[in-house]
């Protein structure tokens, strides 16, 4: 079930941190963050970089981070994004992909989780699954895949949220980077990957 938090800002930085690493590591960068600079984000903004910089060491690629995360907030200024969660979804996306290192699923993540807005974050899970469960185009690339997910949620928040949740815990748990283990999916049957991969291997 779908609870936004209204704090797009907060959630931005959180997708930020959260780029190649575990949701652990992310969530303890997240915290440090939060604990160094009390004043919020513009004292985060205003801070020098190496200091942003330790402080969200535990989440790997601080160097990067530190210096994206300085990046977007310069670019916000005192815009709270507030304003998202009734603005039409593309004006919403627009924006959100047009701040610095910002992508699709970024912005997805911020529109879905703080305001409700039905859009799919794809992540390379989701991506995985979908494209061995035969939901996207062959070669048809992340931003695609965003804005089939998103058309199949059929602007539903729940559903959005649903699609997104659902296809994570199934790469995660079963069908797998490596060795998926489609003897135990329940949706071998329907699955264009399992087939052909029968087909290969008898
Ligand atoms: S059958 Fe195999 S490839 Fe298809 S979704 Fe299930 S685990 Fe993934």
């Excluded at 004292?43 to 020098?48: G, I, M, Q, S, T």
């Amino acid at each position: 079930m779908l609870y936004p938090h209204r704090a797009p800002v907060d959630e931005l930085i959180l997708t930020v941190l959260s780029q190649n690493t575990n949701d652990r590591n992310r969530d303890v960068a997240y915290g440090r963050l939060r604990e160094r600079f009390p004043g919020g984000w513009p004292e985060v903004r205003d801070a020098p970089a190496d200091e942003v910089e330790a402080a969200i060491r535990p989440g790997g690629l601080s160097n990067t981070k530190a210096a994206r995360i300085g990046e977007i907030l310069r670019a916000l200024g005192d815009d709270d994004l507030a304003w998202l969660e009734t603005a039409p979804l593309e004006k919403a996306r627009d924006f959100l992909t047009a701040l610095p290192g910002v992508g699709r699923k970024t912005a997805a993540c911020v529109l879905l989780f703080s305001f409700g807005r039905p859009d799919v974050p794809v992540d390379t899970h989701v991506f995985r699954v979908g494209g061995r469960l035969g939901l996207f185009r062959p070669g048809g690339g992340f931003d695609e895949a965003h804005d089939e997910l998103t058309r199949l949620a059929g602007g539903d928040p729940d559903d959005a949220y649903e699609l997104h949740v659902a296809l994570i815990r199934h790469g995660r748990r079963t069908c797998v980077a490596r060795s998926p283990r489609c003897e135990e999916c329940p949706l071998r049957r329907m699955c264009p990957w399992a087939r052909a991969a029968v087909a290969r291997h008898g």
